[in-house]
């Protein structure tokens, strides 16, 4: 793109006196920007020469555009990536612009000489706004621009050193350490890993990041096959619920979480225990489960196949009858095992008869053999119902 301006002969000779002293007076901008603009003094990583350059280069093309000359928007382009690259705020570029349109009109207006310059100088003011105006947004846009793949670069960047922590590659402590410094997370507290299912392309923990940073706890997310992993520095142990509660009440599909530890070395083994606990919450649910915090179904998610050959040993001729009479008798079985052995609250919860339990009782006795009221066939039915309910999802949670 160009831009050509108009330019009287007087006004264009005024502009030419400005461009045949353009180094002095990029370096007398960039003092001012300097000074005018705190984000500029501060930058460690621009510096007072790559600034001088950027201020020259943009100040050629403007003047000469103000002389009638095409120009390309080269310059405002470059400066707007250069000021993403060095984290000078997008406010300060564009003010650093308005800045640039001040000093070249007061610059000409110095040169004006007589009245008769003065009065051809206001029609240029315009052109000289206009241009600013064109070349502060070429700038802005690929302010935005650079920013944005920055952005896509940092959390690929990011993604690689959880990753890392994750498959158990950091080495030494001090690699793992040095990861968990480079993503913030690196605190006092305990850690916590998390394994989220993902299902349909549905956000499984909706907001979490912005959740867990409200209460203190800094995480960091990686979309894995089928799953999103987190690993969650909190600031003390006694956050280790709160977060749990957290993850709990945003929870659209089935969350593990493992046991708290101390270093981030020990990342890799805590996703494998994140891993079993969602294997510990039945199909179809949502919900968070903490790894060991049920014994009996972490021992069947940790073997599922000898907890199948179980859960057929003990519930074989049951599991052969039509689905709707198994729901029911295995439905009104685990009611049972969460009321405390209660059949008057099974009942309760049921909303049936207490008899109607206790004749679904004695018919799943007869069908396994084993009765409820025994310890070691009351043991061996809650196993196969955990296996039942984790493998397929066919009761109530």
């Not at 001090?174 to 507290?189: F, M, P, S, T």
């Not at 909190?234 to 270093?263: C, H, K, M, W, Y």
């Not at 179809?284 to 903490?290: A, D, I, K, Q, S």
């Not at 179980?310 to 295995?330: D, H, K, M, S």
Request: net charge negative; glycine share 8%.
């Amino acid at each position: 793109m160009t831009t050509e301006l108009r330019a009287d002969e007087r006004i264009a000779m005024l502009v030419g006196r400005l461009l045949g002293e353009v180094d002095s007076l990029a370096e007398e901008l960039t003092t001012e920007i300097m000074s005018g603009e705190h984000s500029y003094a501060e930058s460690t990583l621009l510096g007072h020469d790559r600034l001088r350059t950027a201020v020259r280069d943009n100040l050629l093309t403007l003047l000469t555009a103000l002389q009638g000359r095409p120009t390309t928007l080269d310059a405002p382009r470059a400066a707007g990536r250069l000021k993403a690259e060095q984290g000078i705020p997008l406010a300060a570029l564009l003010h650093a612009y308005r800045m640039a349109g001040r000093f070249i009109w007061d610059r000409l207006h110095a040169l004006s000489a007589d009245a008769e310059n003065a009065a051809q100088l206001l029609l240029i003011a315009s052109d000289i706004w206009g241009a600013i105006d064109e070349y502060s947004s070429a700038a802005a846009e690929a302010y935005r621009t650079t920013v944005e793949v920055q952005a896509r670069r940092d959390t690929a960047a990011r993604s690689v050193m959880l990753a890392t922590l994750l498959d158990g590659r950091a080495g030494t402590s001090a690699g793992a350490w040095e990861i968990a410094r480079v993503l913030k997370l690196d605190r006092q507290g305990p850690f916590l890993v998390v394994s989220a299912e993902t299902q349909d392309g549905m956000e499984p923990l909706p907001s979490v990041e912005a959740r867990l940073r409200a209460i203190g706890i800094g995480s960091e997310w990686i979309p894995q096959i089928g799953v999103l992993v987190g690993l969650l520095a909190l600031p003390n142990e006694q956050t280790i619920t709160t977060a749990v509660d957290q993850l709990t009440d945003v929870a659209l599909s089935r969350v593990g979480v493992s046991r708290p530890f101390t270093s981030p070395v020990n990342a890799s083994a805590a996703w494998r225990e994140a891993q079993l606990a969602v294997q510990c919450l039945p199909l179809g649910t949502n919900g968070t489960h903490v790894y060991g915090s049920s014994p009996i179904a972490l021992l069947a998610a940790a073997s599922p196949d000898t907890a199948a050959e179980v859960a057929q040993a003990v519930l074989g001729p049951l599991r052969a009858l039509p689905e709707a009479e198994q729901i029911t008798l295995l439905e009104t079985l685990h009611t049972w095992f969460a009321s405390g052995g209660s059949t008057t609250r099974a009942a309760e919860r049921l909303h049936c008869h207490r008899n109607t339990v206790l004749y679904r009782l004695n018919r799943i006795a007869e069908l396994t053999g084993r009765r409820t009221t025994e310890a070691e066939s009351s043991a061996e039915l809650y196993i196969a119902l955990q296996t039942v309910r984790l493998g397929s999802g066919a009761t109530t949670a």
